[in-house]
């Protein structure tokens, strides 16, 4: 099973949290690619856009989407409240050192238009795009006395050689002693943070990218325009179930990939979503009358509760071999979905 792409689920905006940031790549001496010439035209969502900037090589890798600046226009700024669980979606762990990478680096992740943290720790990169402003970086990178290189139409600065980690150095000392960007990369009004070039090069686009892939693209187009998203080949298994209860809930082959995603507007109700692309429509179709059953009468294996005291306005289709999953939250924040997908307990599939 994958390493889980690192989520926010409390964000601390004012301090350095205990968790390090989880952003890190294999070594590469090869250029980054053209982040601007991997498509003739631009897809039509930034869920999609993200997808295009997404390397793959090899098996598609878990990916985390948000759109940072319009869920704080929707919250008014606030970190709480119905939209909570949306809050720093897509930065990996950097919305949790906002202040520090502000003061240290030049930037605020919490301003991008759109953001895509995409691999398995610690070789994963994290595309911040549409920033108001990343003049900055390149003033903060002098002080840290990054070095400066220019590959296709990215300005790479290099603070610290990939993976190396210090408590001693400028960076060391404002994340705590953890781990902390080694590497950055600006074109245009995109920026990418990663622990090693490789991680630059995952969110840089490429000859093969997720727009490729079938099943992601499908997942895309179920989920929508959503604010926060999550999607996977390999969705968890609740490590607290017995061997013998996990053997039975694990997704049958017939699931290709997962997407699951937050969505709305300010004012509204958040709405969850959860995608499921199968192997063939007959699949989905039974796959579709599982997931029904497991929501009417089942409960969740993380808390015990109904699933129906968890979700309300509770709606499942198929179109082709996609099955799609809408309900709202019962009570409290959205985003009973995106925590179910973290915990391994997603109705009909993992619980």
């Known amino acids: 099973m994958h390493r889980r792409v690192p989520v926010i689920t409390a ?22 690619p053209d982040p601007t010439s991997t498509r003739p035209s631009a897809p039509a969502t930034p869920l999609a856009r993200a997808l295009a900037t997404v390397r793959v090589s090899g098996s598609a890798p878990d990916v985390q989407f948000g759109r940072p600046a319009e869920v704080l ?7 709480s409240g119905p939209y909570s669980a949306a809050v720093g979606y897509g930065t990996g762990d950097l919305a949790q050192y906002a202040r520090i990478t502000s003061d240290v680096l030049g930037f605020d992740p919490m301003q991008a238009a759109y953001a895509v943290t995409a691999g398995s720790p610690p070789r994963s990169g994290t595309l ?4 108001p402003s990343l003049s900055a970086v390149a003033t903060k990178a002098k002080a840290l006395k990054a070095t400066t290189s220019a590959q296709g139409r990215q300005t790479v600065y290099r603070c610290r050689p990939d993976y190396r980690i210090s408590a001693t150095d400028a960076l060391g000392k404002a994340f705590g002693g953890g781990l902390s960007p080694n590497v950055l990369s600006v074109s245009g009004s995109d920026l990418r943070v990663a622990q090693a070039a490789a991680g630059l090069a995952a969110v840089s686009g490429g000859a093969h990218t997720l727009a490729d892939d079938a099943d992601y693209r499908a997942l895309a187009d179920c989920l929508g325009d959503p604010l926060a998203a999550e999607l996977t080949t390999d969705p968890p298994v609740d490590p607290h179930l017995p061997a013998s209860a996990a053997a039975t809930t694990t997704p049958a082959r017939s699931v290709r990939a997962v997407g699951v995603g937050l969505s709305g507007s300010k004012g509204a109700r958040p709405a969850d979503r959860m995608c499921v692309a199968a192997d063939s429509a007959g699949h989905a179709a039974r796959l579709a009358a599982t997931i029904r059953a497991a929501l009417a009468r089942g409960r969740s294996t993380a808390t015990g509760q109904p699933w129906k005291e968890l979700l309300t306005a509770v709606s499942v289709s198929t179109s082709g071999s996609v099955v799609a999953v809408s309900a709202r939250a019962a009570s409290g924040p959205g985003g009973v979905l995106l925590q179910a997908l973290q915990r391994g307990d997603l109705p009909g599939l993992t619980g």
């Open 128 to 131: 911040l795009a549409g920033m």
């Open 73 to 79: 226009r929707i919250t008014g700024g606030a970190v």
């Open 11 to 32: 964000v601390a905006l004012a301090a350095p949290a205990a968790l390090a940031l989880a952003l890190a790549g294999c070594s590469s001496s090869g250029p980054l």
